[in-house]
């Protein structure tokens, strides 16, 4: 049998690397270039693909907004008629051909198009909690999700010591994990998982988090079922859905009471927290597939209307230029849908 011998200096790098991998890395800015290096090296690169949310489809629908959000925020998105909306349903991930059969995660992204030009920008997931708090724990998890050049695979040890250090990074997979597969992009909640303010006339600032919900319900197929569908069923899907009239999402708001955690994308406001409708988001058309208006967009959260306003949550900001850097690099290799 062959045996591993490792020297004294080699066992000590190991343990350093381990370790460092392990601790909550320093708050220092993760620089955007060297986060995509990373999403590459773990995920694989797909050129022309998004780094994360790379298998989607582009949309067209329109939001109405409710007088319960007019009386909480002076965003124009909430006058109560009918907004334009470029909506980017997509299967999380790097793959562009990743199963539409899987228990992981769905995306839905939205750019509402105001009047005079101004945009509101988000990127929503089907889980309550996203799978870091800070931007420098992100970038940690994915570097210790990288594969080992000999086996390919993430090597289990730098898997294990940096999730036993931040065990909020397994959140996200245990939701996944603990529910079914979606039976259509249309039929799972989508959450915003970061706090916003939300300031009206008077001045007033609500903090809440907030969810879209599917009108018609939550749908979700059993083990069986999903095998069945096969890998790609998602985007036709979509198309019957959307001509018999059925995909529409209630945007709704949790508030947020005074002393509650708003600043992590990991935890969500406690159970029970008053919700507030916001609106209805009708999806009324879907693109050709690699077609459509959301190719040079990408989502970010810092793109707001007048009236809302980010929280302290650290990972809002953080998501800015990464994704201005994800669309220059997808751009210049030809984007693909
Ligand atoms: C610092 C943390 C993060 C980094 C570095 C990051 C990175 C990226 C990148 C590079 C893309 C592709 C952008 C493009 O090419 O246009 C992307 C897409 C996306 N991200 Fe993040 N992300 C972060 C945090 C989050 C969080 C907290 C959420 C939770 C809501 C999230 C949800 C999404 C969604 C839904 C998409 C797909 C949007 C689409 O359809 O284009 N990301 N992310």
Redesign the pocket.
Known sequence: MKQFALSASAFATAMFSLHALAQSPAAAPVDPNT??NQ?ESSFGKFEGF????AK?ICAMGDFVGTAEARALSTASAFSGKPVPVVV?F?VGGANPKAPDNAKSQR?L?LQFNLPNGELWQM???SAPV?GASS?QQ?FGRLASLQPDPATKMPDPAKVKAFADANPEVLLQGKYFASQPVPASFSTVNYW??HAFGFVNSSGARQFGKWIFEPVGGIQGLSDEEAKAKGPSFLFDDLRQRVKDGKVAFNFNLELAQADDKIDS?TVPLPEGRKKINLGTLKVTSVSEDAAGSCLTI??NPMVLPKGVEPSADP?IA??AA??GI??SR?LTEGAKQ
């Open positions: 986060f995509l999403f998004r780094r994360s949310g989607g980017r997509s995306n992204a990127g929503n997931i996203f931007p992100f915003g998982v994308a990408t989502f990972m953080a998501r990464p994704y994800g669309l997808r």
